[in-house]
């Protein structure tokens, strides 16, 4: 149904819509054509490879100098490349070849002038409603923000590849300007990784010294640790040690053994001194003990000068354990120096590869060519989406006329005005074939009959084919009202009906209608239509009333509101012209 209702719609607003179409496509390609001749823009691309070494690589996920982390590589290049430092080197280059200077010639330099100087006057008037006063730009800050503008950097997914675009209003500044970006950047990036790796290099340098110093430092210490003991080689002395040691030890213990085994000797000579009873026996004995008791007290001496040489061992020992110790502290703190210094001297040798291979990181592997054609506007685009735009704004427009009308204008709007009482609508094909009295095609029959087949079902729901005539009015009048009248009468008899109609006021006789089916005198028809005069001409309701008790109304789509509508409806329910059903004419 709502279908149908903007179908209908449509058609009413035919016109209108091909007006908006066809005005809003030819401004468009008038506007793309003279764009182009003011301001044609040419778009040429170049390809660069920003492949980082392996050194940079490593260096970028270990130390922070600027470059980011791996993934965000190609981010930090982006930014890069269209950094201002950038685009104004890019410019100054081709302000020397002399293209940011326009021809002052022909008519596309007139027409750019002139247009160049509307949207000067309109942006000068807009900054001063807006801002209260207006700065003009300098010609070089206009250019940068055209090649800010114009430049675009994309990212080609899964490759350390970039496409450079460049777009102006210059076909060999365009090429220029994409080659020149990658060019310029390669530059700026040289001179800011050499500056990044001097300040890393002289970084590396100063901790490197200060490691050195340190491991200077512990060597001294080491030294006089050593010297301090009084031995050049620890391990030398403490073998030597222990040898002594384990010497004195083995002699105290024969001393010991001796010294026992002598005091069992002087044990038994006592004994013995005791059951000898001769005086040169006894005088031998005593002799004997008193030379085993020196001999005893010699080597109880020569004991306790063992155990006073075996302490003064013991204790060099414990000293050389005890350096040891403090020589295994300073060799450890010697190898984590070592350690760190070789790990300096390593991020150094990052940085001085990194700085190498910096020419290798940003190469142009597909040069930008010079444009054939300018690349915007682009005329047939733009038309098409100007006609595709004009579609929309005719489209909100139908639906904002038929908001704000109050006239009926389709089949659904009579419908939802008088409900069941609207029985058909007549296009506009068949009111034509009703005014010329042709058959027309099979095609234009075959909608005859649909409508005859709906007409007959309506106007036997309301009783209309069982009344003795059909009084048949209008709200147009003249030639709109006979059209409606035979379109109608044509309908029925198309589907068999015997149709006679009479038309109030129309001199001479009316061409046949539908193949002859319908008669225009006589008095008896399975259907009699009786033209009265129009709504406007003054429709006699009394004289309606006395004559049928059905009445048929005829609505022009787009002439009548639905006020007027719902009038004729009470009014004809006042005369007792209960049947009264409605039929839209199509216009």
């Keep these: 149904m ?46 660069v490879v920003m492949m980082p070494s392996d050194a940079q690589i490593a260096f970028s996920h270990d130390m922070t100098v600027g470059l980011g982390s ?23 280059k081709i302000a020397g070849a002399g293209f940011t200077e326009s021809s002052t010639e ?23 409603l807006n801002s209260g006063k207006y700065v003009e730009p300098e010609p070089r800050e206009v250019w940068i923000k055209a090649l800010r503008d114009g430049i675009v950097v994309q990212e080609i997914p899964g490759s350390y590849i970039l496409q450079i675009e460049a777009t ?3 076909p060999k500044a365009a090429p220029m300007a994409a080659d020149m970006v990658a060019e310029a950047y390669m530059e700026l990036w040289s001179k800011q990784l050499n500056a990044s790796a001097d300040k890393w290099e002289a970084f590396f340098d100063d901790r490197i010294a200060e490691r050195q110093a340190e491991l200077d430092a512990l060597i ?9 003991l009084g031995l050049l080689s620890l391990e030398e002395e403490r073998d030597y040690l222990q040898k002594a040691r384990e010497i004195e030890r083995e002699k105290h213990a024969d001393a010991s053994i001796q010294a026992k085994s002598l005091s069992a000797q002087l044990e038994e000579l ?20 008193l030379n085993g008791e020196a001999e005893r007290a010699g080597l109880e001496q020569e004991q306790a000068i063992r155990e006073a040489m075996m302490a003064e061992l013991g204790e060099a020992l414990d000293a050389t354990h005890k350096g040891d110790k403090d020589l295994a502290l300073i060799e450890e703190s010697k190898r984590a120096v070592q350690a760190d210094m070789a790990d300096l001297r390593n991020r150094k040798l990052m940085v001085n590869l990194t700085r190498a291979s910096a020419t290798d990181q940003v190469r142009i592997i597909d040069p930008a060519k010079e444009p054939k054609y300018p690349s915007s506007p682009e005329v047939v685009l733009y038309t098409g989406a100007g006609f595709f735009i004009s579609i929309l704004l005719a489209v909100f427009a139908v639906i904002a006329f038929d908001t704000l009308s109050p006239t009926l204008k389709t089949s659904s709007d009579l419908t939802r005005t008088v409900e069941d009482r609207a029985l058909a609508r007549v296009d506009r094909g068949l009111l034509r074939l009703a005014e010329t009295g042709a058959d027309g095609s099979k095609r234009e029959q075959a909608r005859r009959q649909a409508l005859g087949a709906e007409l007959e079902r309506a106007m036997a729901v309301h009783g209309l084919l069982d009344a003795p005539k059909v009084l048949v009015t209008s709200f ?41 089916r319908v008669r225009f005198d006589g008095e008896d028809a399975d259907v009699v239509l009786e033209a009265l005069p129009a709504v406007s001409d003054g429709f006699r309701w ?46």
């Excluded at 750019?112 to 006057?121: P, Y």
Aim: charged fraction near 20%; glycine fraction near 8%.
């Design 220 to 228: 001294l210490q080491e030294f006089e640790v050593k010297k301090s």
């Design 270 to 289: 006592r004994a013995e001194e005791a059951s000898v009873k001769s005086s040169a026996a006894l005088t031998k004995i005593e002799e004997s003990i």
């Design 168 to 170: 102006l209003p210059h």
């Design 476 to 516: 147009a009048s003249g030639d709109r009202q006979r059209s409606g009248v035979l379109a109608v009468a044509g309908a029925l008899a198309a589907r068999g009906r015997d149709v006679l109609c009479r038309l109030d006021g129309t001199p001479g006789t009316p061409r046949a209608v539908a193949g002859g």
């Design 542 to 587: 009394s004289e309606a009333a006395e004559r049928s008790t059905a009445v048929l109304c005829l609505v022009p789509g787009g002439g009548v509101s639905e006020d007027d509508v719902q009038s004729f409806r009470r009014r004809a329910g006042e005369v007792g012209l209960s049947e009264a059903a409605f039929v839209l004419l199509e216009t």
């Design 106 to 128: 022909g008519l596309s330099a007139k027409m750019r002038d002139a247009a160049r100087g509307t949207l000067a006057f309109v942006w000068k008037t807009y900054r001063i």
């Design 2 to 47: 709502i279908l149908q209702h903007y179908l209908e719609l449509f058609r009413y607003y035919r016109r209108t819509v091909v007006w908006i179409v066809a005005a809003t496509t030819l401004a468009t390609l008038i506007a793309s054509v003279g764009w182009l001749f003011a301001f044609p823009m040419y778009t040429s691309a170049t390809s």
């Design 70 to 92: 791996i993934q965000s590589l190609s981010e930090t290049h982006i930014e890069y490349l269209k950094s201002t430092p950038v685009v104004e080197a890019v410019y100054d």
